[in-house]
């Protein structure tokens, strides 16, 4: 009997840390939101507060919502409104809320060659930088921030996957290796500001447009729908959905800053 006892004791110690580390959930968002630093900051309070961890998995926002779409991830975290509210009507995210906003900047090399330097109208830069074809790096990876590009080269009349030559590189990659490409290559492109103000290898490159209306970024959260994935942590993922929304959450996101400058401005409603 005392041998039996034993063995049970051991098996429950056993099971205990494994039992333990079931309390996560996956996060499937962007890598602006990961290569800033935000989660750094963001998630050891959640976790904290909840004794729930965050596994996130940075992607750009198309394989964010790809994910979850898949019921590979409990919450998307990501900026693309139009394809966010699509994700939720078509039955794939519960319900979505918006969480923060920053903007985009278009950088580019301090010599600017497409002589755009200083300006505030992104529609009139997108069309310089087409009509000198000098060189441009894109996500091209159907993020948040490519979708952003590709709609504003239509705002400026260009349909950029018929319209781009050798002097457009599409990276594939997310906004860091971009701008690393962008660095080396004295390259204009388009970047979020969060993940600008966190680049250090930055090369020649400057901030070349900023302030247009048209630049605004804003984030959305959502759970994944568990009438859909029915494996999804509903209870979980819905406790992160709150607290990034909740008073302490925007809080914290305010908190946020690189050399005293916030990067994020929380707006949940």
Known sequence: MVVIVKALLILAALAFPAHAQQKFITLASTTSTEQSGLFRHLLPMFEKNTGIQVRVVALGTGQSLDMGKRGDADVVF?????????????????????VMYNDFVLVGPKSDPAKVGGTRDI???????????????SRGDASGTHFAEVELWKLAGINIAKDKGPWYRDTGSGMGPTLNTAAGMNAYALTDRGTWLSFKNRGDLVISVEGDQRLFNQYGVMLVNPARHPHVKK????????????PQGQTAIAGYKIGGEQLFFPNAK
């Open 78 to 98: 990501v900026h693309a409104k139009p394809l966010e509210e699509k994700f939720v009507a078509e039955g794939f995210g519960v319900k979505r809320f918006e």
């Open 123 to 137: 529609v009139a830069a997108m069309h310089k930088i087409k009509a000198a074809r000098v060189p441009f790096a």
């Open 235 to 246: 209870e979980m993922g819905q406790a992160f959905v709150d607290w990034v929304i909740s």
